[in-house]
Antibody, heavy 120, light 110 residues
Framework: QLQLQESGPGLVKPSETLSLTCTVS??????????WGWIRQSPGKGLEWIGS???????YYNPSLKSRVTISVDTSKNQFSLKLSSVTAADTAVYYC????????????WGQGTLVTVSS | QSALTQPASVSGSPGQSITISCTGT?????????VSWYQQHPGKAPKLMIY???KRPSGVSNRFSGSKSGNTASLTISGLQPEDEADYYC??????????FGGGTKLTVL
């Protein structure tokens, strides 16, 4: 059974860079056809797609976040990562990592989510 | 990209049927059969209920069905059960090779 687990700081200061890692177990991140993505949910709000990376390394980003987002993959560790720069309080959210198809339009596996708070 | 439009809330009694709409544009919902629906209970990760407009993943009840007409996709839940009470989100692939979610709909089972 595939499992995804987010890890990283739960508190980030304004203007700094948010960094999260998703560790995949029970399957290979190098498997073809899958996209590995990040989705966030601000408190009491809806889901927002941040971006996805294909197993080949191609990346796809939400246009509204593109200038601040970098998603990368480390196949040797079976992990993929998210970096979001110049954060503000508006970036406070539960961040989910996920596996999906069609750039992660269809997400069949989700991590449990991790709350990241942006505050000084 | 703008979020897909969903009603903020819908409600129904046990045993009834409800439909949740998800309206996009000709650059997303209207142009691709890549619409998914997710169910999210409080404090939990979303769960895939429908993909490719109308396909059900293994293990999802056949009380859940999806359809699409033009720029609007719909999720129908028949025979409402108390455990169906949750938030529901649609998502669509877009012509820009991105993904857009709907704003979410809170389903209340009366």
């Amino acid at each position: 059974q595939l499992q995804l687990q987010e890890s990283g700081p739960g508190l980030v200061k304004p203007s700094e860079t948010l960094s999260l890692t998703c560790t995949v177990s029970g399957g290979s991140i190098s498997s073809s056809s899958y996209y590995w993505g990040w989705i966030r949910q601000s408190p009491g709000k809806g889901l927002e797609w941040i971006g996805s990376i294909y197993y080949s390394g191609s990346t796809y980003y939400n246009p509204s976040l593109k200038s601040r987002v970098t998603i990368s993959v480390d196949t040797s560790k079976n992990q993929f990562s998210l970096k979001l720069s110049s954060v503000t309080a508006a970036d406070t959210a539960v961040y989910y990592c996920a596996r999906g198809y069609i750039v992660a339009t269809t997400i069949d596996y989700w991590g449990q989510g991790t709350l990241v708070t942006v505050s000084s | 990209q703008s979020a897909l439009t969903q009603p903020a809330s819908v409600s129904g009694s046990p045993g009834q049927s409800i439909t949740i709409s998800c309206t996009g544009t000709s650059s997303d919902v209207g142009d691709y059969n890549y619409v998914s629906w997710y169910q999210q209970h409080p404090g939990k990760a979303p769960k895939l209920m429908i993909y490719d407009v109308s396909k059900r993943p293994s293990g999802v009840s056949n009380r859940f069905s999806g359809s699409k007409s033009g720029n609007t996709a719909s999720l129908t839940i028949s025979g409402l059960q108390p455990e169906d009470e949750a938030d529901y989100y649609c998502s669509s692939y877009t012509s820009s090779n991105t993904v857009v979610f709907g704003g979410g709909t809170k389903l209340t089972v009366l």
